[in-house]
């Protein structure tokens, strides 16, 4: 303030402008600096949030089942194939589509953890993709714990207690589609469900008002779906 000189009106307002333009300067640097911080830390957490969500779905995949046969069936797709090809019994019509779309699940989930998983992660995901490759069948369980420790440390909960016994867990049964379509299917060549004479009949009303009912049909079938 010494340096300051407030003996006339322009020295005054010179003075103030200065201070002014001095103050818009230094606000607009630390706004600057306090949006670039705020930028780093939303994609860091974006980044945290989308790591978790991932890790969370591969624990989920390699983790969500407590029973059953725990190991994962490396038999390929082609492989399968060549087997029915070639005429062998391998329970190609029950057993084997199901282990497939298990082994194509972890598989998925074994490269999600190598590309976001932590080193110990990374190690275990990748013992088990060799095994899977060179045909052996692979265990999920210790990968699991690993997921699950790391999962609750990230999100801030408490560690399970050490003497908490939890049994193995191996991969969740993928949901199977086409069920209910193999149901409507059986039923409409049912011929109890509409046959004869009786099911043309009926089929001839229906085509008369399937203009009238296709709108509420369609609505009814969205509010369905939605229901489920």
Not at 10 to 26: F, H
Not at 33 to 50: F, G, P
Not at 206 to 226: I, P
């Amino acid at each position: 303030m010494r340096g300051l000189d407030f003996s006339s009106w322009q020295t005054l307002l010179s003075t103030l402008l200065g201070l002014a333009v001095i103050t818009l300067i230094g606000v607009g640097i630390r706004l600057l600096v306090m949006q670039t911080i705020q930028q780093r830390r939303e994609r860091e957490n974006r980044q945290i949030n989308e790591r978790l969500r991932t890790l969370i779905a591969a624990y989920k995949t390699l983790g969500g089942s407590f029973t059953g046969h725990l190991a994962v069936d490396p038999t390929h797709l082609r492989d399968l194939r060549i087997r029915q090809a070639q005429g062998g019994d391998d329970e190609a019509g029950t057993g084997s589509d199901r282990s497939r779309r298990i082994r194509d699940a972890v598989e998925a989930a074994l490269s999600d953890i190598v590309l976001l998983g932590t080193d110990e992660q990374v190690r275990l995901a990748a013992r088990a993709a060799t095994d899977m490759v060179e045909g052996r069948p692979i265990r999920t369980d210790e990968l699991v714990m690993s997921l699950r420790d790391f999962i609750r440390q990230a999100l801030d909960l408490d560690p399970i207690p050490p003497g908490l016994a939890i049994p193995p867990q191996g991969p969740a049964r993928p949901g199977g589609g086409g069920g209910k379509a193999s149901k409507n299917e059986g039923a409409r060549d049912d011929p109890r469900q509409g046959g004869g004479k009786t099911g043309n009949a009926g089929a001839g009303a229906g085509g008369a008002g399937a203009g009238m009912g296709l709108g509420a049909g369609m609505a009814l079938g969205d509010e369905a779906e939605s229901r489920r």
